[in-house]
């Protein structure tokens, strides 16, 4: 799991899990893994190959009922949230904020303020 850096403490941590909580509720994240990585449908997961690193068979795995992925192969995994800071490069609040703005994906920034 990745650990945001003390960037999610200007919002404050509950107003931070607050709004990450209801945009990861109204998100499916195998369609924002899927953008880069093509998956396959295996039962109620999708797997495909890790974009972290190299390998032959695939052993990322995504679930869109826990709403978590994984790498059994590097043991990277996490949420939405985590997979934007790890694969844009951003700290958890900026990928919030860019997860929030995405269309189907509504929640108020003045939660909890």
Known sequence: ?????????????NTF???ATQVKARMILSDLVRRQ??????G??????????????PSFSVNDQLGRFRCFGCNVSGDAIDWV???????PLRALELLE?????????AIGR
Do not use: D, W
Request: with cysteine; net charge positive; proline share 8%.
């Open 1 to 13: 799991m990745v650990r945001g850096p003390p960037a999610r403490q200007h919002l404050g941590v």
């Open 17 to 19: 899990h607050n709004r």
């Open 37 to 42: 990585v093509k998956l396959q449908r295996t």
């Open 44 to 57: 109620s997961t999708y797997v495909g190959s890790c974009p972290f690193h190299r390998e032959r068979t």
């Open 85 to 91: 800071v790890l694969t844009q490069r951003l700290i």
């Open 101 to 109: 703005n995405k269309p189907g994906v509504s929640v108020s920034t």
